[in-house]
């Protein structure tokens, strides 16, 4: 099936039920999308289809024919957000950082607390008590 | 993952009309749409299921607009496409509320307003504003469409009138005034489910549905009659208590759901003098 991965035309050989998550994670060696609940509480697996956020974990691979798809190693490893979660503390564990990153993606630059918060109220971090996450969204 | 997807069957429709006739032939078929209930059910391995019609790419399920003056929203409609349609702010702004609380981003941009009517939950958050806004379920095989009230449309637990045959392809809410009123109470402001939820409208007689307080979304017609009739919102209060079956359940008790609902009828009464 082909869709678009990161800016390049793929073409992947998966189950059309398969969870997006896991043809990332398995078919495409994407591991940067993490598996948390698995259920769409916790954002730890968001990814962009089309420029929209989404959990992974429950879109079936066969709802992104055609679609573009956006992992955290689209964005190669400088963008602004991920230099500012760095720099404001915004990962410890690690684990929710991927998915916070893309969640965040979507709500432009230096956007405001209050559209930061609802931008992120799908995500779950417990480790940072999400005010470095904060500070460093509404930096990039 | 629980699940094991090795033995599952996905059909791909193309159209409204390939998708139905899929349905007549094969009335196993089960329709996905954005999946936030389903793949969660797939991931806990307690999805029964084994076929399904994936309605995804079928784009004339998407529309919102005024057909005659009843509004209509197309049942994959999205809980984003919702927050953002002008129609929808202007003729059902308390569907819009709902639709923000419902979940984060992530389910807004998947979950859709037909999926939440199909999944059928007590708590489904959209469904005591369509209750109160009197909406139509529009329900449609290959062979015939047919209307049903929302009201009418649940007949117990998760229990519905849809056939196997059949998709829920829009929901048509008539023009109505009064001030609209919407309020979930969850354990926090996103992704929880509610603990009850409530939508009202101030008309001469108001219109109050209620979520999580009973097997299916209900209506209160015995304590709108009540506020009808002039009577003290105090009693208006012990009539509910009568008329709502709430239950003990993980996410509850029947003793609080009893108060908050009551509480809740008090708020809207007060706000929306």
Request: glycine letters at 8%; charged letters at 25%.
């Amino acid at each position: 099936m082909i869709f678009t991965l990161n800016a390049a035309t793929v073409d992947v050989d998966a189950h059309p039920m398969k969870r997006l998550l896991d043809v990332l994670r398995e078919e495409c060696g994407l591991t940067g999308t993490k598996e948390g609940c698995g259920e769409g509480e916790c954002g730890a697996c968001t990814v962009l289809i089309d420029d929209a956020a989404v959990c992974a974990c429950l879109v079936p691979f066969a709802q992104v024919r055609d679609a573009r798809v956006t992992t955290i190693e689209g964005l190669g490893g400088d963008h602004p957000l991920q230099r500012a979660f760095a720099e404001e503390g915004g990962a410890q564990c690690g684990i929710c950082t991927p998915g916070m990153i893309m969640a965040a993606l979507p709500l432009g630059e230096k956007p405001s607390l209050r559209k930061v918060r609802e931008g992120l109220a799908g995500n779950l971090c417990r480790c940072t008590g999400y005010e470095a996450i904060y500070r460093a969204v509404r930096k990039a | 993952m629980k699940g094991v997807i090795a033995g599952l069957e996905m059909r791909e429709p193309s159209s409204l009309d390939e998708a139905l006739s899929a349905m007549r032939n094969d009335p196993s078929l089960v329709p996905l749409a954005g999946c936030t209930d389903l793949y969660v059910a797939l991931n806990f391995g307690t999805l029964e299921s084994t076929r399904f019609l994936n309605l995804w790419s079928i784009d004339e399920l998407r529309v919102i607009e005024k057909s005659n003056d009843a509004l209509s929203i197309g049942a994959l409609t999205t809980y984003k496409s919702i927050i953002q349609s002008k129609l929808v702010r202007k003729r059902l702004p308390m569907l819009i509320s709902a639709a923000r609380e419902i979940g984060g981003a992530q389910i807004h941009n998947r979950g859709t307003l037909g999926g939440n009517i199909a999944n059928g939950s007590p708590a489904g958050d959209t469904l005591p504003v369509l209750a109160a806004a009197d909406a139509t379920v529009v329900m449609r095989s290959a062979d015939a469409e047919r209307r049903v009230p929302l009201t009418q449309f649940y007949t117990g637990y998760r229990k519905s009138v849809l056939r196997a045959d059949e998709l829920i392809v829009a929901v048509e809410i008539p023009s109505f005034s009064g001030k609209q009123w919407f309020r979930k109470v969850g354990t926090r402001a996103a992704q929880a489910i509610s603990k009850v939820v409530m939508a009202a409208v101030r008309s001469p007689r108001p219109r109050i549905a209620l979520g999580s307080v009973a097997p299916t979304v209900i209506r209160l017609p015995m304590t709108e009659g009540a506020l009808e009739e002039g009577a003290p919102i105090q009693e208006a209060q012990r009539i509910l208590m009568d008329e709502i079956s709430p239950i003990d359940d993980m996410r509850s008790t029947e003793e609080y759901r009893r108060r908050v609902a009551s509480n809740l009828l008090g708020r809207f009464w007060a706000e929306t003098e």
